[in-house]
């Protein structure tokens, strides 16, 4: 059973909305360009994919891999995880 602290905390996340977005101030540049496909919603999908695709891969990992699998699974593994954190950078 959660405790009361476990409770608040997870009824804050649930509840938390941003008090500001960021938005760059010259339509024109790169970072605003950026900043479009970043907040668009096919790109959240994007990463969502990952993520679930990262949670297979992991998923998939058994003591009987062979060579060939390990060293593929290692790869998309390293490539999913730098994929997700430049979304979280």
Not at 65 to 82: A, D, I, L, M, P
Request: hydrophobic residues 45%.
């Amino acid at each position: 059973m959660k405790n009361f602290l476990q409770k608040s905390c997870i009824d804050f996340a649930i509840q938390a909305k941003p008090l500001e977005r960021y938005m760059p101030k010259e339509m024109d540049s790169f970072k605003y360009k950026v900043w479009q496909v970043v907040v668009s919603t096919p790109f959240e999908y994007f990463i969502m994919i990952l993520i679930v695709l990262n949670t297979i891969l992991l998923m998939m990992k058994v003591r009987t891999v062979y060579f060939v699998q390990k060293k593929y699974f290692k790869h998309r593994n390293v490539e999913y995880r730098v994929l997700v954190k430049q979304d979280f950078s």
